[in-house]
C-alpha cells in the first residue's frame, strides 16, 4: 500500500486519525518516535519558527523546502498546511500544488480564506481553485479543503445557517475533487455531527485548548483530529520558562 493509500485509509469516522502538528523536520521525528500514524505541519508553526507571521507571510520557496526536509525526515505519511496554495489564478496554483507534490509530501490543507483580504472565496471560485490543486498535485494526493466559515466567526454565532453554509461547500469541494473537509473552529457537537452526518468527505476537527475531547468529537463522527499551532505553542512556553529559569539563576 502506497503512503497516499495509508493515508487515506486512516480517515475514519468515529476512529479518527491523530495529527499532533509538527514545524520543522526534528518535531516530525519526534512526533513519529512518539506513535504518530501520519505526519502534519501548522502553518502557523511553521512560520512562527522561521519569526514570520501566518497568511503567507513565509516565502514559498521557505515553505517547499521546510516540506521536503520534513518529507524526507520520517518514513510515515506527511501532510503539509499549504495555506491558500501561495496563488489566486488557478494556473499558478496548479503549479504550486505540482511543486508541493514534488516534496514527497502525499497531502495538504487548502484553505478558502481570502489571503490578505476579507472573507472567503465564493464557492464557485474556490471549486474551481480545488479543482485546480487536484490537477496540479496529481489524483492520489489527499487534498484537505478547509473552509474558514467558523474560525472567522465567534463561536456564539455558529449556528444551522452556518453549518448549512458549511455542507454546501463540502459538496461543491467533493464534486471538485477535495479528498477531506477541515472545519476549524467549530467546536459545537450537534453541528459537528450535522456536518459529519450530511458531508460527503471526511471530516477534520481542530482541537484547541477548551474544546470537546477526542472521544467527544469522534462520537459526532469526526474522521481526523489535528491540532494545529498549538503544539508549538506548548513548545516555546516550555522553552520559554525553563529560559527565565536559567536566567534567573
Not at 461543491?172 to 477541515?182: C, D, H, K, L, M
Amino acid at each position: 500500500m502506497s503512503k497516499f493509500e495509508t493515508f487515506a485509509a486512516l480517515h475514519v469516522p468515529g476512529k479518527p486519525l491523530i495529527l499532533f502538528n509538527v514545524w520543522d523536520a526534528g518535531s516530525a521525528k519526534v512526533a513519529e518516535r512518539s506513535g504518530a500514524k501520519a505526519i502534519a505541519t501548522g502553518s502557523a508553526s511553521v512560520a512562527t519558527a522561521h519569526g514570520l507571521s501566518d497568511a503567507e507571510a513565509l516565502p514559498i520557496e521557505l515553505a517547499l523546502a521546510n516540506a521536503e526536509r520534513i518529507a524526507a525526515a520520517v518514513d510515515l505519511p506527511v501532510s503539509i498546511d499549504f495555506e491558500g496554495g501561495y496563488a489566486v489564478e488557478e494556473e499558478a496554483l496548479a503549479a504550486n500544488m505540482a511543486a508541493l507534490a514534488a516534496t514527497g509530501a502525499i497531502g495538504c490543507n487548502f484553505e478558502d480564506q481570502v489571503i490578505g483580504g476579507e472573507g472567503t472565496h465564493a464557492i464557485a471560485v474556490q471549486a474551481k481553485r480545488v479543482a485546480a490543486a487536484r490537477r496540479g498535485a496529481g489524483a492520489d494526493f489527499f487534498l484537505n479543503a478547509r473552509t474558514d466559515i467558523f474560525l472567522q466567526a465567534r463561536p456564539d454565532t455558529h449556528d444551522q445557517a452556518k453549518a448549512d453554509a458549511a455542507i454546501e461547500r463540502a459538496h461543491a469541494y467533493a464534486e471538485a475533487g477535495a479528498s477531506g473537509f477541515f472545519v476549524p473552529g467549530l467546536a459545537d457537537l450537534d453541528l459537528l455531527a450535522k456536518v459529519c452526518a450530511a458531508s460527503p468527505l471526511p471530516v477534520n476537527f481542530m482541537a484547541f485548548p477548551g474544546a470537546p475531547d477526542a472521544s467527544a468529537v469522534a462520537r459526532a463522527g469526526i474522521a481526523r483530529i489535528s491540532h494545529g499551532p498549538f503544539p508549538h505553542m506548548l513548545a516555546l512556553r516550555a522553552f520559554e520558562d525553563a529560559a527565565r529559569a536559567a536566567f534567573e539563576g
